[in-house]
């Protein structure tokens, strides 16, 4: 069996790369909380429909890179390759409109068909919050106030810088529908076959295009920040006023968009220099139109998602395992089970040594990095008593087993 390997674009999560992987999750979870976001978890596959309605019919997610099938029953099924359209239809078909505002935060394995490289996974996993029911910019701070307080708190904010762009109300952007039609109708010539497609069905998706030559084009194209009318600056200077009252350090790129409709007003990313061309470590953005378009009441949205595999690559250092406590029965097998045990259920962490002498038994303990031996000899056991040695400084001494948790609570 040794010619098995994970499927393209998976991995393993062993016992370190888990330890990163939760820290990143926790911590966010945690500050979360703190922001009042409850959590919520969505079925890791919905109906197709809930993506191809809402990433796009002509996005480059639903045409090349959902993994979706027919089920024994003919529903066309997908796994989940974003957390917002369930959360959105969780939102509709739990009939949460009278729980307005909702704040939502979610975690959990994503999938997308995508040409595996560092940071991009076809199984990978993401943190991300949604805010349901608030109009204002508030709204808008306050999320990427909790985002940029979850990079600080894992030691990343010094190496991540947000950026934000305003989309604008509706009447915004179809006023830059308008020119970037005119401007892109005159650059066909140089479009992929992708985005002439989009040219004629969605002209706004040829700003998200990944093509070399569709950039180089859009690098050119007129700036929606020029067609804002006057609501939609005024929103987005209060989003500016905001950050910048709570020490938020951002820069706006009137270059960074967002090509679906049901997007306005604010998006924004959170970048590094460190993943190479996977610079993007946290992104979101506010799409009042979603939930509409889902068939739901019209409720204003924002959110972010972010890679935990991205993240728990910039950590600075894996977090430590937690240091057990070795149990070594010398011909006291049954025993030293009973106790290992004992200990659990008092809160220690216990590594039971199940067979070998003395000697292997403590190599195990240092391959281990207990904090502790705890060897139970058949003399001391006759006085109800193990040789505790403390594995740091080589000290050994006897304890009697009624004392024994008071006596190990400094090796916790």
Known sequence: MSSLQPVRGTHDLLPEDSRRHRRVEELAFE????YGFGEISTPIFEFTEVFSRTLGET??????????????SGDGLTLRPEGTAGV????????????????????????RHERPQKGRLRQF????VELLGVEGPQADIEVMALAAHILDALGLGGAATLELNSLGDGDSREAYRLALVAYLSGQRDRLSKDSLERLERNPLRVLDSKDEGDK?????APLLTDYLNDASRTFFQEVLDGLAALGVAHRVNPRLVRGLDYYCHTAFEFTTT???????ILAGGRYDGLIAQMGGPATPGIGWAAGIERLSM???ESPAALRPLAVIPMNRATDALCLCQRLRRAGFTADLGYSGNLKKRLARANRVNARAAIILGDEEWDR?????????SGIQEEVLLASLEERLAKFR
């Open 314 to 316: 910039l950590l600075a």
């Open 384 to 392: 109800e008593a193990v040789a505790v040695r403390d594995l740091d």
């Open 88 to 111: 959105a239809r969780a939102f509709i078909s739990g009939g949460l409109a009278q729980q307005l505002p909702l704040k939502l935060f979610y975690r959990g394995p994503m999938f």
């Open 274 to 280: 460190l993943l190479g061309a996977q610079g993007t």
């Open 216 to 220: 180089a084009v859009v690098a050119e």
């Open 59 to 72: 996005s480059d997610v639903v045409t090349k890179e959902m993994y979706s099938f027919t089920d024994r």
């Open 31 to 34: 500050i979360a909380g703190r």
């Open 125 to 128: 996993h993401q943190i991300g």
